[in-house]
Structures are given as C-alpha cells and as structure tokens.
C-alpha cells in the first residue's frame, strides 16, 4: 500500500486506489457510527492505509468528511427526457425514492445535518451541494415540461422539486412509513395539478 | 435538590421538578452534543441532581432520550378549525414552519434518525411518535374540509400531510433554504389543486 519512491508508473494509479479506499471508509464509518464518533484512525485501519496516507489528503476530519460526502451527494441525477412531463416526473420519482434508501439519505445525511447545527462550515457545505443539485434537476425537469407545452412558462422550478422531493423525503428517511402501492400514481397527478394551479 | 424523607408533603412537587429539570437538561445535551456523545454524567450536572435521580426514573440511556424526545415530539398540534380549508392550511403551515425551526427538527430529530439507523428500538418509537401525530392531524384538517364540503369525500389525510409537511420539512429542516414571501400562499394553492386531483 506504500506510495513508494520506486513505483513511479503505478504511483498515479495507486495513489486512486488509496484515495478510493478511503472514500470507501470514509462512507461506511459514518454510516456505521455517525460523524462524532469517526474517527481517523478507524477509517485509516479500515481502508487498510496509514494515518498519513489521510492526513496528505486532508488536513482534518472535518475537512476529508465535507469534500467526501458533498462529492458523493452532488453527484448529478441522471434525468433523460423521457418525452412528457408524466413520464419524467415516474422516472424521477423512482429515482428519488431508490436514493432515499440509500444510506446516504437514510443515515449521513441526518447525522450531517445535526452536526450542521453545531458547525457551520458543515451547513453551508451541504446546503450548497443539495442546492445546486436541486436547480439542477428542477431547471431541466421544468424546462423540458414548458418547452412541451404542458406546463405554463414561469412554473416554478424550485416549487416543483420541493412538491416532489419533501413527501418522498419526510416518508422514506424521517417517518420511514411503507408506500402505499398507488402514492408514486397519486403523486404525478397531484404535483402535476399543483404545478398548474400555483402559476 | 435532596428528594428526602423530611419533607413529604412537597415531596411529589420536588419529583416534578427535578424531572423537568432532567428534560430540560437532556434536550439541551441532545442539541448541543447529539445522542451518540451524551452522557448521563452531563445530564446530571446540568439538572444539578445526582446520578441516581435518574436511574430512578429510567434504566439507561437509550430509554430515557426515547421518552422524553417521543413525549415532546408526540405533544399534539393545537389544530383549532377556522372555518375554511384555505384558513386551516395557513394555520398549520404557520405552525409546521415554527416547529421545524425549533432544535427539536433541526438538530435532535435528525440526530436520533441517523442514530435509529443502527438501532431498530429508536427507530420504531420514533416512527410510531411520527405517525400518530400525522395521522391526527390529517384527520382533523381532511375530515373538517370534507365535511365542510370543500374536498371530496375519500380526500387521503396521509397524501394531504405528505404534500404539507414534506416540502417544509425538505426547505425549512434538510436544505435549510429560506422561505420566498409568496411560498406559503402557493403552497395552499398548489395542495389544495393537488387533493382535488388525486382523489
């Protein structure tokens, strides 16, 4: 695992390796026991690395736990136009509802957010990273609906992902209740009528 | 603080307030330092009793955080009916985005659903605390508006408090973006289209 001096044609490789293997870590030791009690050493072990593989990354816990989470979070949504609003809007919510699952939604996120309220160098991070994504998704899922005519120009993007993210978000990661078998249904027809209603 | 023997008479109010004083100092820790760092020695020292005055009340940790957060968080919604759908929803979006500011959404709860992750007690009395108190609420608000004659009968409380709660809790509690001027009056515009047209 040494990032020796003799090994110059693999070092590149290798020092991904190394940083990919702690990212690893870095993910499964917040899962497993939450930002306040990670710590260096157990993701070092964990990785199979030594400390200072860590430390000539990152100066600090804080600082390796944002860059690592916020990459991982903001990585974007893949949103293909599916040719109407009703199909990009399943298709989203498939996604969404896959990811909530996920134990960046289900356990990092939570515990990063309380952390936040302590630290605001851990807020701003995060909010920025769910921020851009958010738009990101919001401007094109809109913008692909109004150029189609199917919704009226000046929807608001933001409105739109709020109404489709918030309820998936509060059941699949908060209150943690089962869908029922027709909510993904109700919910493109209601965010849809809402959509309009509220232009 | 002594609960002793000399003093029957004030005895059961001294247990009274040296319970508060023990939630009082539990939310707090829990705010400040989150569940995985609380320690009942802190509790204790900020309540200023002893030790023992809380292993009277509950066996450890892990029970006593889940009665006291359960009983604050589960504490019902003064729901008052204000005559039409449109006035209850402003009502309740106004209390919803009060709460959700309080440390309770933004740092414990967050906190303890990362932590009921790895351990299914927190998570199902959380959950069934959740509930409870949504399910209440959606009653109250769809059973007035349906009889009101406002929604139709059939109106889904659950699919109504999802649209309501979701997209507050998603702003005001994870992405911790502000609120526009003119969000709330979308917002009782859009779920009230959406009710409509979901049923």
């Known amino acids: ?37 990670l710590s260096i ?5 964990r990785a199979g690395v030594g400390k200072t593989a860590i430390y000539r990354r990152w100066s600090n816990k804080l600082e390796m736990v944002l ?18 609003f009703a199909g990009d809007l399943q298709l989203l919510l498939m996604i969404v509802g896959k990811a909530l699952q996920h134990r960046i939604a289900s356990q990092i996120i939570p515990d990063l957010m309380a952390e936040a309220s302590r630290n605001p160098q851990i807020a701003e991070t995060l909010q920025k990273a769910l ?12 913008g692909q609906a109004v150029a189609r005519g199917e919704l009226p120009a000046g929807t608001d993007p933001d409105l739109a ?14 209150a943690r209740t089962p869908l029922p078998d027709d909510y993904l249904d109700k919910m493109i027809v209601a965010v849809t009528a809402a959509l309009k209603a509220a232009n």
């Open 67 to 84: 860059e690592i989470v916020s990459d991982v979070a903001g990585r974007s949504v893949p949103l293909p136009d599916t040719g109407s």
């Open 1 to 37: 695992m040494a990032t020796g001096k003799r090994a110059p044609a693999g070092a590149a490789v290798l020092r991904g390796d190394i940083t990919k293997a702690i990212r690893d870590a870095v993910m499964t030791e917040l899962a497993e026991v939450g930002y306040g009690r």
């Open 161 to 174: 992902v709020d109404l489709l993210l918030g309820p998936l978000y509060w059941r699949l990661a908060v």
């Open 131 to 142: 921020r851009t994504h958010q738009q990101a998704v919001g401007d094109k899922l809109i």
């Open 41 to 45: 050493e157990a993701v070092a072990r």
